[in-house]
């Protein structure tokens, strides 16, 4: 289901990340900090496609917060519309959770809108905790938004 990103897919995952109803969901620049970590990748993370029934259905990006004490954070996960609501997002997330405590990853982060539910079930069903709120930390939908933390450790 995953696997990193090409050059090819740069267009389908750009495209994907400048849909409204995909962007609404994304850090602002998220479509713009795609393309550069695909062409100028800092070894710092990895962006990863979304694969579902042999097609592109949306994109991953992690990177480390904190090499030393082995802390990764979600940055990106996008999927395509066509492919909501049958689980494809929070396998993909499992999956990565798996490889990258596997890896020797101690804790993943991840964040998301507060107006996002889609997103935070998907976090709660990959095992995530909901660890707090940013509040009003996002200026987005013409006004203040907060940001909603999940955590996840290897031990959980």
Do not use: C, K
């Not at 997330?93 to 889609?118: C, P, Q």
């Not at 079930?121 to 006004?143: L, Q």
């Amino acid at each position: 289901m995953l696997r990193p990103a090409a050059l090819a897919d740069l267009d389908a995952l750009v495209a994907l990340a400048r849909e409204p109803v995909v962007a609404d969901a994304l850090a602002f620049f998220a479509a713009d900090e795609i393309e550069g970590a695909l062409r100028d990748p800092d070894g710092n993370g990895e962006l990863l496609v979304i694969e579902h029934d042999g097609a592109v259905a949306g994109g991953l990006r992690w990177a480390y917060v904190n090499r030393r004490s082995r802390i990764v954070t979600i940055r990106t996960l996008m999927i395509s519309p066509a492919t909501r609501g049958r689980g494809v997002a929070t396998a993909a997330v499992r999956e990565l959770v798996d490889r990258l405590f596997a890896e020797g990853v101690h804790r993943i982060e991840a964040e998301t809108l507060g107006y996002n539910a889609a997103g935070q079930r998907v976090f709660e069903r990959a095992g995530f905790t909901r660890e707090g709120v940013r509040r009003a930390a996002y200026d987005r939908r013409g006004g203040w938004q907060d940001g909603i933390l999940f955590g996840r450790v290897a031990e959980d």
